[in-house]
């Protein structure tokens, strides 16, 4: 069974960076696709961003520039650079792998605050 440990969130100030990690345990061949949601406190959870296998990538409109999305070669890893942090970035951030199952990590709290 595929198991997700994050890792990488915290407290930034704004225009600050964060890069969190997912990584996978268990067996298998690497995911289909991979990325992530964020749930702020009050809201719905939203799609953040996702990588495919062949390294295709999506964006949330307000992330497009500042968050990059990336794997590692095993398909067993994936990472969200983050920069430019805004308040409103501010969130619990899932990581999801696709293999074909979908498993979700625990999520990372990321706070971004003067």
């Known amino acids: 069974q595929v198991q997700l440990v994050e890792s990488g969130g915290g407290l930034v100030q704004p225009g600050g960076s964060l890069r969190l990690s997912c990584e996978a345990s268990g067996v298998f061949e690497g ?19 996702t990588i495919t296998m062949i390294g ?3 964006y949330l409109d ?13 398909k067993k890893a994936v990472y969200l650079q983050m ?21 979700w990590g625990q999520g990372t709290q990321v706070t971004v605050s003067p």
């Open 56 to 58: 295709t990538t999506s």
């Open 83 to 103: 920069t430019n942090l805004k308040a409103e970035d501010t969130a619990v951030y899932y990581c999801y792998m696709t293999t074909p199952q979908q498993t």
């Open 31 to 49: 995911f289909y696709n991979a990325g992530w949601y964020r749930q702020a406190p009050g809201k719905q959870r939203e799609f953040v961003a």
């Open 62 to 74: 307000s992330v497009k520039g500042r968050f990059t999305v990336s794997a590692d070669n095993t």
